[in-house]
Each structure stands twice: as C-alpha cells, then as structure tokens.
C-alpha cells in the first residue's frame, strides 16, 4: 500500500506558494492546484516557509543514566517539535557510550520511538577519561555505524591522543567533534573571563582556552588529512583562527551554539544558574562575530548544545550547578532573531546553517536534501511571522532550564516531516508517530546511516 501526503500552500526557502505531493516518504510531483489522491494525508501549510528538515550535531539526550533530566523518547520529543529531522547524541551518558552495545542502544531506541533519526556520538577515550582511545572502529562498523565522535563536555586535552583520533577517524571516513577547552586553563573556572566576572568574583574562562585548542587541532588536522569539527565556537579570537586554517585548506568545520548568538555573560549578575553552560556566554563583540561568521559561512552551522538538567543541578547555587541549557525547541525563534530579522540569512542560508551544513558533516545523505522531485520528504515547516513566549514547563523537554524563559521570540515550527510522515504539527508530536512507524524504515545510505535494524 502506498502512503501519501499533500502538502499545500508551503513556500520553499519562503519562494511562491506550491504544493508537495509526497509518494512513499518520496517528493513525487512540485506545482500549484495538485489534488489530493484518494486516501492521500493533507497538510495544509498555510503559507509557511518550507525548508529542509534541520540536522542538529549536538544534542544531550542523558539516557542511559540520566533520564531524570530527558530520555531519548522525551528528546526526540522536544526535537520534532523544533523542526529536526536528524539529531546527534552525545556519548557523556552514564554508562558512556564508548563502546559498540550503548551506541547500538542509542541508536535503536532513537528508531524505535521514531520520531527523528538518532545518531549516537562515540566517545574519543574509554569513559571520556582523557587516556586511552575507544574502539573507534568497533563503533563506526556496528550497526549503528557511528561517523562522529567527541568528548564532549570534555576536551580531548593530550595533543598525541588527539592525533590518533584524527588518523583513525580519518581511516574511517569519520570526524572528531572537538569541545575545545584547555582543561589547565580552565580550572575551576565559572564564568567568561572579563570585567563581569571580575566583578561578580567569578572564576575566569579565558578565551584562550578555546583558541589555542582550535589552533593546535587545525595543525593536527592538517597533517592526518582527517575532518576537524570544532563544537561550540564561543569566541572572537577562535573565528580568526578557523579563517586561517579554512584559507590553508584543512579540512575543519564548526557550530555555534543558539546562545552564543544572543546571550551575553550581561546576565550573569543575578547569579540564576539557567545562564551557566560551558563554554560560558561572553561579550556583545562576541555575539556580533558569531552572527557574522555564521552570515560568511567561516562557522558551518548551528548546532543547540541542547543540555537538559534535573531541578536539583539547577536550583542550586551557582558554583554548585551544572553547566547547559536547553535548546531543541527555541533554536530557529533564536536564529530567526539573531540572523534572519536583522537581514544577516535569507531562508536559504537558514536552510544551509540548520539542515544542510550539519547533514553533510555528519555524513548524511539523506538529510539537508533540496526540496525537489525525487528527494526525501523530510522538512520543517515555519511560520516566521509566528510569535511565541518561551515557557520552559511548556516544553516536550523533560527538564526546563530554558535561559529564554519568558522572552517573546519570532518564528514558530507549524510542522515536521520525515521521510513523508508528519512528526510534528501545530506544536503537538504527532500521535502515533513513535514507536512501530520509524522502526527499520529508513533507507540506509552509503553509510548505512539513516537507520538502524531493530
Ligand atoms: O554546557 C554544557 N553542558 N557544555 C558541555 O560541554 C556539556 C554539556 C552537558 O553535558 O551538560
Ligand atoms: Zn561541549
């Protein structure tokens, strides 16, 4: 039996109105005036942009171990409803996912909820302990066929083991996904280093920290020929860095984070742990030369760092509490905000910094798709005229440390589609869209990405 579904009045990269006829998760026919086939789904867009499904390189969805924070099934949740069609899990779980059977539950329960794919992030080193390197090609040939790996949350601090990890990586057509952060550096550290932290009697976070990281693993990247992708790029001094090693040819990539597009570390007087995370928020000159990196393409896309915490990490008192904020259902509102309405991104560069960048680093081929016959039906539909006020309790997201609580925000997600199956729409998860439907349906691309075999 065929499944179809009819998407009219949807405006690709905010272009004139057509309709999407969808044949077996499949674009089958773009015009204007289609009929629905008989038994054929409609989704009436109403005008709204249509853009490639978003592909987010770096989420936390804390299961195993932490499901008091989030579960895979309530992040997935939280992603569907932000307009992501692909997300990345980050192996700093408990246990960590360093090895073939938590990356394989990850990624199978990822497909049996079904509501986004789930690619599991392999930990570089046995338990993110720094020292010796994990089965990095025990992980890339399980079925879950990991193509990333990170510390993340750690930096991967010794220069030798680091350029291992690149030579591996680079054998198994691979990235290594570095949180930079010079741990020597960074010691006890609790805020951006600056006149604010000075003046709160913070602990420093130098800029340096990041910098001088990137810098070494550029070089590291450069001789193993092997893909660099630097996680959440926080500050000026890194962006000169990347322009550098992007002109001589490395092959190096980066994120940012949604935040570090709008906050500062401005807000960090009245000590509410919401606005800690790790890298801190820095300046204004900061965020300026975020947005404008992200307009040049020196950074490649946004990713959310979606970093849900327990009340207990949170409510607490600064020192004490955990570093992370949430992230999956406000990154477009926030990039509409800081790039689309000041005329920095049209829709086509929402399309290549939240969908298409981030599938090709993650070595997608499914995902970041065109919208044209032929291609996968898996997108996000956006109202950009659509205004929100973020409320964390609200959110799909198990936890609710939102630094945005409260603020009025453009732009919402009017529907999600994978592979031609609604996930999300009107900002409810789609019934029935978890459990059986996404289980083992998902082609398998030339990485047998795409889906896992239950
Ligand atoms: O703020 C952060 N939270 N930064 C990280 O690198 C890790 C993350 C987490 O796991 O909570
Ligand atoms: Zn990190």
Not at 97 to 104: G, N, R
Not at 106 to 123: F, I, K
Not at 361 to 385: C, H, K, S, Y
């Amino acid at each position: 039996m065929t499944n179809q579904l009819l998407i009219t009045d949807a405006r690709p990269y905010g272009e004139d109105a057509v309709d999407v006829l969808v044949t077996d998760g499949v674009v089958e026919t773009i015009g204007t005036g289609l009929t629905a086939p008989e038994r054929a789904e409609v989704l009436d867009a109403g005008g709204a942009v249509l853009l490639p499904g978003f592909v987010d390189l770096h989420v936390h969805l804390r299961e195993p171990g932490g499901e008091d924070a989030e579960t895979i099934e309530t992040g997935s949740r939280a992603a569907a409803l932000g307009g992501f069609t692909a997300i990345f899990a980050m192996p700093n779980t408990d246990p960590v996912a360093d090895s073939p059977v938590v990356v394989e539950f990850v990624a199978r329960r990822g497909a049996e909820v079904g509501l986004v794919d789930v690619h599991p992030v392999g930990a570089v080193t046995v338990g993110l302990g720094g020292e010796r390197l994990a089965e990095l090609g025990m992980m890339a040939h399980s079925p879950a066929a990991v193509r990333m790996f990170s510390d993340d949350g750690r930096c991967v601090n010794d220069p030798l083991i680091m350029r291992r990890a690149l030579e591996y990586a680079s054998a198994l057509d691979a990235v290594v996904a570095q949180h930079a952060e010079d741990h020597r550096l960074t010691c006890g550290a609790q805020a951006h280093e600056g006149a604010v932290a000075s003046r709160l009697g913070l602990t420093g976070w130098p800029a340096s920290a990041e910098e001088t990281v990137v810098a070494r693993d550029c070089a590291l990247a450069r001789d193993a020929g092997a893909k660099l992708h630097v996680c959440h790029v926080s500050s000026s001094r890194t962006i000169e860095v990347l322009r550098a090693a992007k002109a001589a040819g490395v092959r190096v990539s980066a994120e940012v984070a949604p935040h570090h597009l709008l906050l500062t570390d401005s807000r960090l007087s009245s000590y509410d742990p919401v606005n800690k995370v790790n890298p801190p928020l820095r300046t204004g000159d900061d965020t300026r030369a975020m947005r404008e990196a992200l307009a040049e393409g020196l950074i490649d896309a946004v990713a959310t760092d979606h970093a849900p915490h327990a009340p207990q990490y949170k409510d607490t008192e600064w020192q004490a509490a955990k570093p992370g904020m949430l992230g999956l259902e406000t990154a477009l509102s926030v990039l509409v905000e800081t790039m689309v309405e000041p005329g920095l991104l049209d829709w086509h560069g929402v399309a290549r910094v939240l969908s298409e960048r981030p599938a090709e680093i993650g070595g997608l081929p499914d995902q970041g798709r065109p919208i044209a016959e032929g291609e996968p039906a898996t997108f996000a539909l956006v109202d950009p005229d659509g205004v929100r006020t973020i409320r964390g309790a609200a959110m799909a997201s198990k936890a609710t440390n939102t630094p945005y609580e409260g603020m009025r925000l453009p732009a919402t997600v009017v529907a999600t589609v994978l592979r031609g199956r609604i996930t999300a729409r009107g900002g409810s998860v789609a019934p029935g869209g978890s459990v059986a439907a996404g289980a083992g349906t998902a082609p398998a691309g030339p990485f047998g990405h795409g889906g896992v075999q239950a």
